[in-house]
């Protein structure tokens, strides 16, 4: 069965300083990973996805098939940046559970000024 | 000109009782889910409909009932209410077979059972 870890339930750093979320995953065939933030009071929205391979709002994440990982990092941390982030796991093996999401436990991130 | 609306938005209701929620997508998508989130924050999907057919039914009670009466909507009635089931409530759609197959989210219904 597939399942993502997100170790870190808290994180606080202070502005300026770099960041990284962790996340790890299990996963029997091609890891489609995601992560996924929400902002205080804001619905869920993507933030990015491995397969583009893309920096959003200075963020980057690259996926690390020998690990097993998908962390999320900053090289400097802002204010607004505080949130929740959840990694997800997307379901790509066919059948019933097709585009199945499997989040981890999320990591709320608090950046002091 | 909102993409994945949910109501309502909080929800304060007795143990035992019935209540529905509801959820609409105005982005052409051909898939629902609903997700679970609990008091610790975890997110958990629950169901998932493609084009009005029920295709992902995880582990929940079946007190829960989806019910898809076309493709962009998709209504979540809960029968018996219990404590257990307070949490926040959140609607996605996606097109399933498009590029990254993103997930856009509704923004939640606080369920809360006294």
């Known amino acids: 069965a597939q399942r993502v870890t997100q170790p870190e339930k808290l994180l606080s750093v202070f502005k300026g300083a770099p960041v990284e979320l962790k996340c790890n995953y299990s996963?029997?065939?091609?890891?489609?990973l995601f992560w996924y933030v929400q902002y205080s009071r804001q619905r869920l929205q993507l933030l990015l996805r491995h397969i583009s391979r893309e920096s959003i709002k200075g963020f980057t994440a690259d996926l690390n098939k020998g690990e097993t990982s998908f962390h999320l990092k900053k090289p400097f941390a802002q204010e607004e940046d505080s949130a929740m982030y959840y990694c997800a796991l997307k379901d790509n093996a066919g059948g019933t559970s097709y585009g199945k999401l499997t989040f981890g436990q999320g990591t709320i991130l608090t950046v002091h000024p | 000109d909102t993409a994945v609306s949910q109501t309502p938005k909080y929800l304060v209701t007795q143990m035992g009782n019935d209540k529905s929620i509801k959820c609409e997508q105005n982005?052409?998508?051909?898939?629902m889910y609903w997700y679970k989130q609990d008091s610790k924050k975890f997110l958990k999907i629950m169901f998932s409909y493609n084009n009005k057919e029920l295709i992902i039914n995880e582990t929940v009670p079946n007190r829960f009932s989806p019910k898809s009466p076309d493709k962009a909507h998709l209504n979540l009635h809960i029968n018996s209410l219990e404590l257990g089931d307070s949490a926040v409530y959140f609607c996605a759609s996606s097109q399933v077979l498009a590029p990254y197959n993103e997930q856009f989210f509704g923004p939640g219904t606080r369920l809360t059972v006294l």
């Open positions: 982005l052409g998508h051909d898939t």
């Open positions: 996963y029997s065939g091609s890891p489609e």
